[in-house]
């Protein structure tokens, strides 16, 4: 229901995930700051080794999709190149 | 580089526990790896921990933001599911407290005669009702999917079994007065998205179940208000339907005279035409190859043993739950040699047809390997599938167990 400017947003959202999230262990590799800038503005990084390793490269390719496409994540196309490739060289098959 | 993860981390978490009202104390959580079902992704042993969000004991911790928390096995020997133990599900992340003071719920859409406000209070003086329902959430096992499907990798414990006191969604459509040409009822709750561009989570159902008597607006949880994590001061309870319809939080009910569009409603929470046997259908949002999910297909659960325990030869009490989308259940058949032979297992207090019904069985178990799988069957005639009916969201797995034991 509500929508807040994403400043607000950072202060709100699931309170006692905000400690905790720094602790989701996460592959060291080219494009994590990527992921970190842009994927866990909306949701916690552990969605990704969670849905994991089984995706293929072209469903990694369609999740990023997805995230802009379907749930409007505010993501450029460099970016979200370099977020598919994380998740293909890290977390794929 | 001061990146979001940082924010987050630090002026964000600050900020959060400042408008809180909490002590940090109050977040740690006892975090320790996840006893984990066989077949699930192997990535989530990575990030799946015992943690407890404030106010409930520690659950299996799938995703921190938004909020994905499922109960472990050994909650549900119990019929009914205790509110500190009951899985906690979201798909947004901008989750407000919610004041039941301020509370209201606005009632309207073109289906409706005259618009109104329902405050906590105006439900509360409102006639009650209960019911003890199961809520499961759709993709409840989804990470036993094989092959394996995106999404929040659920094992076994999306799902809980509560008495629901509340009012009727039907007497609270009928104080705005609802008109004869509504096709469905949708509801929106308080939480939102966490970017303006992602689609707010708004359900709708059809008229035909909004006005069931069992649907309600509840407010008490096994005599309690509800917690926060499962929708705090009240939310809708669809008995015998799949979680995605039981709103959290809700604050808006609309009576529409149009099928409700949007992102959850179609592609999302969809399942193939034909695929499943269900009775209830959805047939305003159905289109030629797809149908928004249902009632919750014919279940069961071995509760009393992991597959693999170790167990002493001889008797072996085996027990556990089962459930329907409403019909109840009329047996339970228990096979100890791979699915030759079946026995009825002894069924447990029947607590009405949308609540688990426990059953139990008595196992001899031979020194080695004893198996049990288990097959529970509806008053309509329907049982589990011996195998995976494979959707592409991971919907409706109740695929017979078949554990091993070893004495």
Redesign the interface.
Known sequence: ????P?AA?????????????????MKKAPNL?KV??NC?????L??????????NAA?WDA?VTKMIK?????IDDADAKAIAEYLKSN?GS | ?I???H???T???S???A??G?S?NF???E?AGANLAPGL????S???TM?A??GKKPLI???????NYESPLETFRTAITPNDEFFVR?HL????TVDAQTYKIAVGGDGIDSPVEISFDDLKKMPTVEVVAVNQCSGNRRGLSK??V????WGYGAMGCARWKGVRLKDVLDKAGLKKETIEVSF?????????????FIKSIPVWKAVDEATIIAYEMNGQPLPHWNGFPARIVVPGWTGTYWMKHV??INALTKPQGG?WMN?AYRIPLGKFPLRDRFITQENATSTPITEMVVNSLITSHRDGSKVKAGKVAISGMAWDGGYGISSVQVSTDGGKTWSAATLGEDLGRFAFRPWRFDLVAKMGKSTVMVNAINKLGQSQTPELIFNPAGYHNNVMQNITLNA
């Open positions: 229901m509500r929508v807040l994403i947003i950072a202060a709100l959202v699931a309170l006692p995930a905000v400690a905790d999230e720094q602790a989701i262990p700051d970190e800038a866990q503005a909306c949701h916690s552990d969605y990704i080794p969670m849905n994991s390793p089984f995706p469903l999740e379907a749930y409007g994540a505010p977390y | 580089m990146t979001r993860r924010l987050l981390g002026a964000g978490a900020a959060a526990l408008m809180s909490l940090p977040f740690e959580a975090a992704p192997e990535g989530l990575t990030v799946a943690e969000l404030p911790k799938l995703s921190y933001r938004p909020p979201y992340a901008d989750i407000p092959p394996h995106v999404g929040v990798e929106n709750g308080a939480d939102g998205p966490a970017v303006d561009k992602t689609p707010d604050v808006a992102f592609p």
